[in-house]
């Protein structure tokens, strides 16, 4: 973190900087300071900048190329972050173990860091600690220790787990061995029950499980006690009153308040007055839903008793004033927008019948039902292609093996291969779609798709993509070589580099740009606005992904802007903006774009890379490089 911070200053400078300076302000020594400076040096030219020392003088840092400079701070950034958690982490563990005070100088040796770097981030851990209501005291000629009661102890720990903070995690994990042994215990458990938790709810109970044994293990001795508080519903305190003696765990106040939720879905309940006609009300949404969208989804009885089931447990926990964690909130909202804005107007729909509104992780639970219906779409629509021809130069091996390929996609179709003269054969045949090496002697009735002899796994996840995009009614000719490109959704006159006042403001003149320029219906704006009331589109990494509740975009196409300097929101930072305008018939085309930008969240290298950016194109071939896009 230090060479980032040594950087800045030079970076900032306007003048030459003395090693004298650095000394001073970062409190160690003149030989510190002089490797950290050889070592820029030493990399500067391959990092896009020049670091030249004057005898007498100093430093003075040049940037050459500032593409590859603010790469390279961007990089150092991350690291030094990395570090900053292992401190955190270092420092936190080895105060949460201590029965009593211990001094800042034996942390500062046991970390194996200075007295002012433990100082420093005692700040930040001060601060962590006192939003559970947990004490960081201090004491002349003792040091510090941690102090608070166990409940709050145990919720403090947990917020890693709901934070995913791998750093903390991986550290409980690790001081606990605890995967094999206990997780059997509790499997079996479960099973003997018959209650059958899903993964994300397993997940939540064996984070709580990691909490309350590490903390029976390894921090009560000498803390208060955790007395269990009793339970509203009398089916539920047993079920976890057995765990803990399976587990040899002391009764606990924090596992018996935090699993009775997750439990509950899984009791059976007797179905209330008000939830009557629940399934006729359902069956209602879906058919408005499907007006809308162009769907069948009141049609699937199958589907509409799973929605049924699951909408039935939610109301009975709106009723009871719970709600579930989703690990997968924020996920879910980037790689599936168009099931999410489907849940959105469900729920909208049944707050006018039962007047009750879903948490945003219930929201991302209730919309893996409609994600999963949209799954299935899509394979009943590579599915309706019963009959396929493979017109091939000849009857030999390389015919062979293309219909052996195609199968990979068609797998309950019949797939026949033709030698281009055998037009007659073709006819009989009755092919439902048609793929060709060379133009055929006549037309058809049904799409005819150009390939290659030879298919590669690309050229097979292409006509696979083409075939979901694509919205086939008749005779359509395609060439492979030739596929949808995401690139071509990015427009020269909707890429920016601005600052922004507010995000709010920011999109709204985003949406705007759309509808003036013949991109979006003049709808477009408020379909943005009224989907960011419900849920923000602004997630990890400085990314959001502003998009329409309901299509309502002419043309397809994906505005970018760039922000600079970054813009900060409800403790979240903004830097790159994409929204995405689609018209009805491209709806499809929302998993190709979020699966790239959700590759994009994950690489820090590529996202600094394309915030440095300065025009259209050096965006594009940066995101040409991330996984397999098609652009």
Known sequence: MRIYSIIVDLFSASDYLPVSYFVNKYKVSKRTIQNDLSYLIKISSKKGFELYSFYGKGYLLEIIDDRKFHCFCDKLLNEGQLNSKKLFADILFLLLEQTGYISTQKVSEFINVSKSTVVKELKSIAASLQEYQLLLLKKSHYGIKISGEATQ????????????????????????????????????????????????????????????????????????????????????????????????????????????????????????????????????????????????????????????????????????QMSYKNPFLIEFCIKYPNALNIALKFSNLMKQKYDFSVTNDELAFLAIHFSAYLEKMNIEKIASFERVAMVCSSGGGASYLMCVQIKKIFTQAVVQSFSIFETEAIDEFKPDIIFTIMPLSKSYAVPVIYITELLSNEDLYRIKKMLLLGDFTGKEIIETHQPFKLSELFQLDLFHVKQGDSYINVIKDMATELVAKGYANPEFVENVLNREKYMSTVYNEGVAIPHPLELSGKKNAISLTIIDPVMKENGKEIKLIFMICLTKESVNYYSEISQLLFQLMNDPEKLAALYSANILEEGLNILKTIGRTDL
Request: charged letters at 25%; proline letters at 1%.
């Open 153 to 320: 102890y145990k919720l403090f720990l947990y917020s890693f787990f709901e934070k995913e903070d791998a750093t903390i995690c991986s550290r409980i994990d690790q001081q606990l061995f605890f995967l094999k042994a206990e997780k059997t215990v509790v499997m079996t458990f479960l099973k003997d029950e018959n209650l059958h938790l899903n993964y994300a709810d397993l997940q939540t109970l064996f984070n709580y499980l990691k909490v309350e044994i590490f903390y029976q293990k390894n921090i009560s001795k000498g803390k208060s006690t955790d007395d269990c508080q009793i339970i509203e519903d009398s089916r539920i305190r047993p079920i976890i009153e057995k765990i803990q003696a399976k587990l040899e765990l002391e009764q606990s106040r924090f596992l018996m308040n935090g699993l009775q939720p997750l439990f509950f879905k899984y009791i059976k309940n007797n179905q209330s007055e008000n939830t009557a006609h629940l399934k006729e009300d359902i069956y209602w949404s879906l058919q408005q839903i499907d007006k809308e969208n162009s769907l069948c989804l009141s049609e699937d009885s199958a589907f509409i008793d799973r929605l049924y089931q699951h909408t039935l447990m939610l109301m009975m926990r709106m009723g009871k």
